[in-house]
């Protein structure tokens, strides 16, 4: 197979597809590659890295799309790459459909493969290719939360794991999956009071099970959230239900109940995010304002640390990328029932019901 890595163009966006490692294994099994021209730079991978694991550097976007059978990438195609896509062309990326009607209409009309990380499921019911970007997110989220509580970026003034004498800033995190568990032992590393909302017990008790005494589990409903937003600093929105929007757990008006300079770092954004006033935002202009709430919402977290994500995300998507270019994307998908679970549109069919329900489509939208 013939497999493509584009440069990202979103906006201050420094990952890349696959690493020169990913790029030597699939050399490796008789696969072609080609790679943009400084694809890999923001990473800290070169042209001649790629070159040495057996890479063909091509100059510009279209000569990657247009020479490839399969793209592999981080983000999912913006606007200027939706004529580059062909007809029948396997797509491996991230996606997020369920927050973008228009990049889902978009490729629907291009008839292509979209094989959607974030909804690869193992039998266990985990998503193997979201984790690690989860892992970074949650991690980050309390270092730029942190940096946003500062005064002169509008903050309440606070550091999370206060001195001697002076109570510790408290944080709120909502939903104990990958990205709250992460959150929760980084504020927990800093010193600050944590408390963790989740509606599954099972995480609570995991929750309670493994955290220091100072990070506390609360059952999450809009009384307990209603009334902790009041106390807390720093509050981590890191609800996912797979392939669908996430829910509205914090709305418009429970921003008048926080603090002036209360931090809200929704790392769900991607799918539409967990608090109402949820917009994206870029790492070129992370933070608004609304209400005195400092609202930080950058929809591609781990692109400011694309050294570790690249390696990371290549780590467990190239297994993947090896099935589907050893076996083409139906052999792959009929013998993997976890890539099976990753086809999102298929040749201009919506084949993941969670999108269908997002838009309240009752069938497909060409």
């Avoid at 609360?218 to 996912?240: A, C, M, P, Q, Y």
Wanted: proline letters at 5%; charged letters at 20%; one cysteine or more.
């Amino acid at each position: 197979m013939i497999v493509g890595i584009p440069k990202e163009i979103k906006n201050n966006e420094s990952r890349v597809g696959m690493t020169p490692a990913g790029v030597f294994e699939l050399v490796k099994n008789n696969h072609k590659v080609y790679v943009q021209s400084d694809a890999g730079e923001g990473s800290g991978f070169f042209n001649q890295d790629y070159q040495q694991a057996g890479a063909v550097i091509l100059d510009t976007i279209g000569q990657v799309y247009a020479m490839s059978e399969m793209i592999v990438k981080v983000k999912e195609p913006i606007e200027d790459e939706y004529d580059l896509i062909q007809q029948g062309q396997i797509l491996f990326t991230y996606f997020h459909f369920a927050s973008s009607e228009a990049l889902t209409k978009a490729m629907i009309k291009q008839k292509a493969i979209c094989i959607a990380y974030e909804t690869v499921e193992d039998e266990e019911g985990t998503l193997p290719l979201l984790t690690p970007m989860s892992e970074v997110a949650g991690r980050m989220a309390i270092q730029q939360g942190a940096k946003y509580l500062e005064k002169p970026v509008k903050g309440r003034g606070v550091l999370l794991g206060g001195v001697p004498g002076v109570a510790p800033g408290k944080v709120l995190v909502l939903g104990a999956g990958v990205v709250g568990i992460q959150a929760a032992k980084m504020a927990a590393g800093l010193g600050a009071h944590v408390t963790i909302l989740d509606v599954n017990m099972k995480r609570l008790r995991y929750a309670n099970d493994v955290m220091p005494p100072h990070v506390v589990t609360e059952f999450s409903n809009e009384f307990n959230i209603r009334r902790l937003i009041k106390t807390h600093d720093l509050i981590i929105g890191g609800v996912l239900l797979k392939g669908a929007k996430a829910p509205n757990l914090i709305t418009r008006d429970m921003l008048k109940e926080m603090r002036p300079g209360t931090v809200i770092v929704d790392v769900a954004v991607d799918q539409g995010g967990c608090v109402e006033t949820t917009k994206p935002t870029t790492h070129e202009d992370p933070i608004y304002i609304i209400d005195d709430v400092v609202h930080y919402s950058v929809a591609n977290m781990p692109g400011a640390v694309p050294y570790t994500s690249t390696m990371a995300l290549t780590n467990v998507t190239l297994p993947y990328a090896l099935k589907l270019a050893n076996l083409g994307w139906e052999a792959a998908c009929e013998k993997d029932a976890s890539l099976k679970k990753g086809l999102n549109i298929v040749e201009g069919n919506v084949v993941y019901q969670e999108i269908i329900e997002a838009f309240g489509w009752e069938e497909i939208v060409a």
